[in-house]
């Protein structure tokens, strides 16, 4: 059994609705079927939660955006007219908007939750009704019916240990379940969306609680590749990746979904498969638990911007007992995360992401760490960008650093940061951000020569 | 003015202290002498300071040693009676012996450094009366004399501010001024010896408070070397090194003298000049403030054994904030002082001295942050070598770590840790102990290639 998602862009039209039918026919093992609100349809589209969003504003706003309103209607309606659906369709989605909207006008909160996930939800039943007008044994299957029971904060799911047996049972029902991603229900009867990962979380809770043999995620992409195609051009496409992997990239701004949304499908260790709904065709790149390396030790580079260092001098620091926690702690009472401490004999750094160095903050942090201290200098150094070199091999090889240091003065990058000795699959660089384009390429040129075949 | 140090070997025997009058009375400008105790005069030979430390022992054991106490007066003997000084010497050294016994014989801690600085204490009087034999004018000045003010702690005495005025003062006496090393006067009016450097931070203490044009520093080697003659074959002698790069060596094992002594002249800015007795017409290695850089980037590579790596891994660990607070709380609570955290994202690494793991404490350790904070695994990474670049023209240089990783790769070494990032100046390697001889000559031939000319 097969648990497949639909990204927002594979369900935006009844064009899409049309390979996403073909898609799932295609395999008898596509059991469960997760679809996101309707996404851009065109650049410059806007995406069904967006306009679900403002209609919630509008709402708590006072006064319901009828205009609004009739944007979200069109989008649905649009898809049921062209897939000559039963009209009655869309009755039936404008009752339930205008249900949930008398039901939380009163919460601001709840009433964004719930006209958000609407896009998803209202989706899923357009979709079962497709399927079945093809013939085919089809059902809507809310979250609440599938058993995706989750904690109460609005906006902020967390999915409950119990909901994953509750989801088992779903693998008795008949023909195809389709399900709408992004939200939950808590036991207090409500409605709550997921932080983050939208209908990839949802699908991934879904395939660990049917405990699929795959989880196929489909999208607009081809595969993943080993390096952003905004950063390089063509770059190779990955046949398979690990989950670490994935998540080391994931961690400086490269995603084709976020990485936490892996969470369920990663601890039950069922292999995920990215696809592209525009060419089904195309094997895809899997992320598994384990691959074999084939002599390839880097796998992938990301790189990350808008990174700062605060650079602490301090004679005998490193004889001072305690220096380094009570640095900590002041990050820590102002609310900043770090993401790197490298320190010398007389001096540390902290790398952190500038944007929380903000509304007077960073002069309070510095000041607090002269004063309280007693430091003998501290500076900021501002547009630093972290170029991560990821891969499994990169534990037991020798050469893996002088390779990527050598890319890097090739690029004449003066490396700012050097990162290697905790994690076992990465390695991580700080460059200026001005020099972080150039030095990618570079990187990408010396682990992945164009002479070389594609890695599969 | 001058200040003039000479170390236990150059003042061993008589033969030496004939080269040590030669020294001083060849440059008008060294006013200041400082001398250690007796040293080794062959391999094998016992160092005057060790005989007063058993000598301490025997009589805090109830016994006075009397075949020690013998052996301690012959070193003296040998001298006086080799350069022809008046005999009656050996008797006031003696007389001084049997007086700190008896003031200090009821407490342990004041005796031992009673005894083990008379080591110097009476070798400066010696110095003085050879120098007055030859018709010069000398005088010994006692630390108390010249203002030499420190804390009480016995074995721990540390400099007061306000002995450099008192210090300053003895610009204004005639003649050469022998003044012994390793040990000042607390107000108390105790002996109180200093717990590092011994003679060369009296050295240093009197060229700060003399504000001295030169410290010079005399020991038994030409020069500083840019590699430690045990690890590499005749490495490259060092005419000039600053006070930061002598330090971040001196970090890992590279120490010539103990960088701490060096304080005083480097808050000063006062140049210290490392030469050797034995051959006084050798230029010697200048440390000073600030250099040429002359183009070369690294000036000098270090290393160090015994380390190891505490490896911590809890999945979103990065976004757990106050984590990495906690655990250095835990060492902290220990008592252990740590080197680098390099950390990744869902792991974090403490490198460490080895030695502060014992009794217990490591398995004490581990169970704590297991326990404490909730980690996901931990293990204990043993027998990790420190590899320390170091070079001022570093900061600014491309394509230094490059050159270091390609000859670690080269050297076969597998890089367990890189840490650049926050000193200016260095640049440091984690290696296993077994490769780190092999790897610190491939950094040194790729750093200072034979073709190229001696560093000046």
Redesign the interface.
């Known amino acids: 059994m097969k648990v497949v998602k639909f990204g927002g862009s594979s369900v935006a039209s009844a064009e899409q609705y049309k390979k996403v039918a073909e898609i799932i026919l295609a395999d008898k093992e596509r059991k469960a079927v997760i679809v996101s609100a309707p996404g851009k349809r065109f650049d410059g589209d806007q995406k069904t939660t967006d306009l679900l969003i403002e209609l919630a504003e509008s709402i708590n706003n006072g006064k319901t955006d009828q205009a609004v309103m009739a944007k979200v209607l069109d989008r649905y309606n649009e898809i049921i007219s062209e897939l000559h659906l039963d009209s009655s369709l869309i009755q039936t989605i404008k009752g339930r908007l205008e249900e949930l909207i008398s039901l939380y006008k009163e919460d601001e909160e709840r009433l964004l939750d719930a006209l958000k996930s609407s896009g998803e939800d209202n989706n899923a039943k357009v979709m079962t009704a497709y399927l079945l007008s093809l013939g085919h044994q089809a059902s809507y299957i809310s979250p609440k019916e599938a058993g995706v029971i989750v904690t109460d904060e609005p906006g902020n799911a967390q999915i409950l240990p119990e909901a994953y047996e509750r989801i088992a049972e779903l693998r008795n029902r008949e023909g195809i379940l389709v399900i709408p991603g992004f939200f939950g229900y808590s036991y207090q009867g409500n409605i709550v969306t997921f932080p983050r990962g939208g209908s990839d979380i949802t699908g991934s809770i879904i395939a660990a609680g049917l405990n699929a043999v795959e989880y196929e995620n489909f999208t607009d992409v081809d595969s993943v590749y080993c390096v952003s195609p905004k950063m390089v051009k063509n770059p190779r496409e990955l046949k398979e990746i690990t989950y670490r992997e994935m ?2 990239l994931a ?1 400086s701004g490269f995603s084709v979904f976020h990485d ?1 949304a892996l ?1 369920p499908v990663f601890q039950k260790g069922i292999p995920v498969r990215v696809k592209n709904t525009n060419r089904p065709e195309a094997e895809g790149t899997r992320i598994v638990l384990k691959r074999e390396l084939k002599g390839q030790t880097v796998i992938g580079i990301a790189s990350d911007n808008d990174f700062c ?1 605060l ?1 602490i001098t301090k ?2 620091m ?2 001072e ?2 220096f ?2 009570r640095l ?2 002041i ?2 009472d102002e ?1 900043i ?13 902290i ?1 952190l992401r500038s944007h929380q160095l903000v509304n007077g903050k960073e002069e309070r942090v510095l000041q607090r760490i002269k004063e309280e201290l007693d430091v003998d200098d501290i500076n900021i150094e501002r547009k630093l960008a972290m170029i991560m070199v990821v891969g499994e091999g990169m534990k ?1 090889a ?2 893996v ?2 390779k ?3 890319a ?2 090739e690029s ?13 699959v ?3 660089f ?1 460059v200026d951000e001005e020099s972080v384009t150039r030095a990618v390429n570079c990187l990408y040129n010396a682990y992945f020569p164009s002479t070389e075949k594609a890695i599969h």
């Open positions: 998540r080391e961690y936490e969470q260092s650079n004679y005998l490193n004889r007992l305690g380094g926690r900590l702690t990050l820590e609310g995360s770090y993401e790197h401490t490298p320190s010398g004999i007389d001096n540390m750094s790398i037991e020798v050469g650093a002088a990527a240091a050598q890097l003065a004449r990058s003066n490396i700012k940061m050097i990162n290697q000795g905790s994690s076992e990465s390695m991580m700080g």
